[in-house]
């Protein structure tokens, strides 16, 4: 019966129509929603299946302690609202406003159907902090507020507040209403004030819609690397939140909420007496991006205030030792971890072998002489660094040359079937590939959480 | 009830925790996987949810007619076996399989899931083009060889054909073996020809396996742009490959099958007199990146060749007439498509008002003057092209200055609710962000198909 792919007789079955995809529709059910491991297995076991995104609970646990402390000299002033963008988990997301205690009020989502899966998964003050149009989806998000959530959407424009009006009003239920203000990321948002003022009025005017106040949001200053550069400019978002607030208190129109403020910036939104909410979301798994801001000292912020949480769990499939490139390739890429903000960077290496090595690894806090140097679409690929003065006196101990670097590539590289711990560049996108999470402590999963909240949008 | 987020007396519920996990559980099922239209609507209605995949009917049949047209020289002696990973879905492969006739004698998938999500489909000759070396996995290839199916896995590794042995022979079957070698990747596949001849030696003396061939596949070089360049690599990867076939004959071990050749490349691999398969996946989609590789006459292929028949259908969401920026954003980002190619490239507006007006849209063959500039993870962002003819043209006609630039913009850019249809730029990383895609001819959804091979790779 098996005969081998690539041979002649083994030719394409006649009918590939009805029975296919019935089987396809049951199949996929089971098994294309594959569940990475259960509860009390280990990363370092065959048995938990790779590529598995986790979320390293300790690092969650220290996140969350740190926002808490960040956050507690503005307590009464200025609340957390973490953008749940950033993991799209429920389950996290309950975590972290248990976690963060009086800090967090609620949460922000960016799309309807994440305000769909974060209320059916018991969180319930939601600011959709986006615009949306679309009749079916409106009239989806004044469902969630008629069932009994408290949910506020952006506006930056008159016929989205007449249509949010519609909405609300066929559902007997009211939705809150932001106007975003453009603060210089040049996306969505009102390009002066008077325009807010102006919306601010046309929704105050409108039925089943309560103006609550103003997002200034600014997405791309969190990138900035410089320390002041990065303080400047949300200076500059600060003067113009403050020119809202004043002009609409002036038009009789009180801003309760100006919220903002991201990973990257949201201490400055925080100090600045101009915000009264900030949206942290990555603050709780932290992009490796972030850790190349500068802090005030000129220095690379790393993980010093925040760790890197999310983590992707991979397996070495393959393995050269020989010159030019001593590599390995993991079965993990841009399926299970996105790519547009660069290469992940490599955490730990893992042994699969046992759970004594594993626990050795553990205890290392030396990185190895390994660099990541390439993503693709299943595959990432992580070579031995030749310059690496250990790699050097190494190959020079074992008497130079290509067979020297050989052995030590076969000493220093991890082994087919070992696997490793990556932090991937952006941690929003490389959520959105998975289906679960494992929550894990240490080298142990303790519970296994649904990305509920994937989902290309709709 | 329906308090507004960014309230403080809309407290965060005590009892996040079992209530909550249930009812998400449930609701997934029905939300999370939500498909975004039926047969027979419109992609222009407004029922039909946005963001959403659309292959494009004529496109892809356009797409396999243009393949088997490129093959038919090479009838007898080269069969192309498509990579489903650049769709990710079983029923437009079964589509692929019926519209290319004899021309494709199988598939190739990346990871087991693809492999079994496309046997489950109906599919049934399948070259697993990745090493496997996890014990469950290899278990679960077997399986499908036990099944009926033809599967062949490659090996570059000799733990990974010891591995391979034992999983086929506790599952009483055989799996076909190909040794991957290394044409200039960097990535898998072992480094010289004496090594493949030594893999192909233990492969053939191990139980449970069939040595079927090798392949030599070269990715990066599909990317190359001149063309004269791009037909050397490929001159030098059927140099190593005919040198795999002459060594493996003379060591006693016909060499059945060698394989290798994406859509970049194949019809060099094809042409080359060595290869008895190419692998072309994305001619059925076509990535916008392959029609920036340069033909013969030094100009862009574009889509001369295949055309762009995977799309993204988006909704305008916000709309600015402004300077600096005169612009509107769009319902989709790094959730539907992926982001590390580059941006997406505009197809053609739609307008959501009417099907007449959609008619006209649809009818109109010239480009209008917009350019795609930025993509992150909830927005794409087209900014009115200042410096396109017609624009600067209007904006002269209009008496100059910010307010004719305001009124031209007003005319040109699509409206909010308006719709768009994009080219992502790089289609295997995109399909695997959706559940369904939208077999659409012209405007009109025929059938709803679902990405079934989506997955992390688990």
Not at 235 to 250: F, K, N, P, Y
Not at 317 to 328: E, K, W
Request: proline share 5%.
């Amino acid at each position: 019966m098996a005969s081998a792919a690539g041979t002649s007789e083994a030719a394409v079955p006649k009918d590939l129509s009805r029975a296919g995809e019935q089987a396809e529709t049951a199949f996929m059910r089971a098994v294309l929603r594959r569940v990475p491991a259960v509860s009390g297995a280990r990363l370092s076991d065959e048995g938990t299946e790779t590529p598995a995104l986790v979320f390293d609970a300790d690092a969650v646990e220290h996140n969350c302690a740190r926002l808490r402390e960040v956050m507690t000299p503005f307590e009464g002033a200025v609340s957390a609202r973490p953008h749940v963008k950033s993991h799209k988990c429920p389950a996290l997301a309950r975590r972290q406003l248990e976690l963060s205690g009086g800090t967090c009020k609620g949460i922000c989502a960016q799309k309807v159907c994440e305000a769909e899966a974060m209320a059916a998964g018991g969180v319930r003050d939601i600011l959709l902090s986006n615009q949306v149009v679309s009749a079916p989806k409106l009239a989806r998000l004044a469902a969630l507020a008629a069932s009994g959530c408290a949910v506020s959407v952006l506006v930056d424009d008159a016929d989205q507040v007449r249509f949010a009006s519609a909405a609300a009003s066929s559902a007997h239920t009211t939705l809150g209403v932001l106007v975003e203000v453009d603060v210089g990321q040049r996306r969505c948002g009102v390009a002066t004030v008077p325009e807010a003022v102006a919306l601010a009025k046309l929704a105050t005017a409108m039925p089943g819609l309560e103006f609550r106040g103003v997002q200034c949001y600014h997405g791309a200053a969190q990138h900035i690397r410089d320390y002041e550069a990065r303080k400047a400019a949300i200076d500059g978002v600060a003067g113009i939140a403050r020119a809202c607030v004043a002009q609409l208190t002036a038009a009789g129109l009180p801003c309760a909420t100006v919220t903002g403020g991201g990973s990257g910036t949201f201490e400055f939104e925080a100090a600045s007496g101009a915000f009264t909410e900030v949206q942290p979301g990555s603050s709780v798994v932290w992009d490796r991006d972030y850790s190349d801001n500068l802090g005030p000292d000129g220095k690379r912020v790393g993980e010093t205030g925040f760790r890197h949480a999310l983590q992707v769990l991979a397996t070495v499939i393959s393995r050269t030792t020989a010159l030019p490139n001593p590599r390995v390739v993991l079965d993990c890429g841009l399926k299970c971890m996105s790519g547009e903000s660069g290469l992940p960077a490599l955490l730990r290496v893992l042994s699969g072998k046992s759970e004594a090595a594993s626990g050795a690894a553990a205890a290392s806090t030396t990185q190895p002489p390994l660099k990541v140097v390439g993503l693709s679409d299943e595959h990432t690929q992580i070579e031995l660094d030749l310059d690496d003065p250990r790699v050097v006196a190494a190959v020079a101990a074992s008497g130079g040359g290509a067979d020297a670097v050989a052995a030590v590539a076969d000493e220093m590289l991890p082994k087919v079937r070992d696997r490793v711990l990556l932090a991937p560049g952006h941690c929003d996108p490389t959520c959105n590939l998975h289906d679960f999470a494992l929550w894990a402590r240490g080298d142990v999963v303790e519970e296994v959480m649904e990305i509920s909240a994937r989902s290309p949008g709709l």
